[in-house]
């Protein structure tokens, strides 16, 4: 059975970082694509940033250039480590994960990951 955890999430101020992770358990990052998804209130889940097991990565252009997702594939964890955080970051932070390595070539469609974890609370205030 698989199962995802999430951890890391918390309160910061704008301008400040966090590093969330996800530990898996079985599950195999071999062959695998893993992403991190959020949504807030009122809103719709929005895909963040995804990374498949050969190490590719992919980004929502609003957190391009702040976000960096990377995974340790040794503690079956997948990280994402968040700098300059603005307060429209603010949001649940899912983990996600599918065992299809093509999942990346659409990696921002909540629908092809079958695996989700019970999310993570982070709030960035002013």
């Known amino acids: 059975q698989v199962r995802l955890v999430e951890s890391g999430g918390g309160s910061v101020q704008a301008g400040g970082s966090l590093t969330l992770s996800c530990v898996a358990s079985?599950?195999?990052?071999?062959?695998?694509?893993m992403a991190w998804f959020r949504q807030a209130p009122g809103q719709e889940r929005e895909a963040v940033a995804a990374?498949?097991?050969?190490?590719?990565?992919s980004y929502a252009n609003s957190v391009k250039g702040r976000f960096a997702i990377s995974q340790d594939k040794a503690k079956n964890t997948l990280y994402l480590q968040m700098n300059d955080l603005k307060t429209e970051d603010s949001a649940m932070y899912y983990c996600a994960a599918s065992t299809n390595r093509n999942t990346m070539w659409e990696w921002f469609l909540a629908r092809l990951y079958a695996y989700w974890g019970q999310g993570i609370q982070v709030t960035v205030s002013s």
């Open positions: 079985g599950y195999s990052f071999s062959g695998s694509c």
């Open positions: 990374t498949d097991s050969d190490g590719d990565t």
